[in-house]
Nanobody, 115 residues
Framework: QVQVVESGGGLVQPGGSLRLSCKVS????????WGWYRQAPGKQRELVVS???????NYVDSVKGRFAISRNNAGNTVSLQMNNLQPEDTAVYYC?????????WGQGTQVTVSP
């Protein structure tokens, strides 16, 4: 059974940092690209960043220089270090395959950036 479990979200002030983690089980991991997606209230889910099997990355412009994705193929984990967080980063963050997500989504982890 496929499981994707995200963690690490929370409430931070603008300029703060958080580190999100994603643990994947029940599906091949190392050969696939994985991504962090987010969904803000009233908006569609969007891809924030992806990481290839070899570690190549692709960031959306709004997070370049602030976010850093990494993966551990031995542990089937994907992490997202988020620095200099801004209110517009407030969203539920999800981890999933890229470009074709798995059929289901995890519960996500809430990130709220507020003074």
């Amino acid at each position: 059974q496929v499981q994707v479990v995200e963690s690490g979200g929370g409430l931070v002030q603008p300029g703060g940092s958080l580190r999100l983690s994603c643990k994947v089980s029940g599906t091949p991991f190392s050969i696939y690209q994985w991504g962090w997606y987010r969904q803000a209230p009233g908006k569609q889910r969007e891809l924030v960043v992806s990481i290839g099997s070899g570690g190549n990355t692709n960031y959306v412009d709004s997070v370049k220089g602030r976010f850093a994705i990494s993966r551990n193929n031995a542990g089937n984990t994907v992490s997202l270090q988020m620095n200099n967080l801004q209110p517009e980063d407030t969203a539920v963050y999800y981890c999933n395959r890229y470009p074709t997500p798995l059929g289901g989504w995890g519960q996500g982890t809430q990130v709220t950036v507020s003074p």
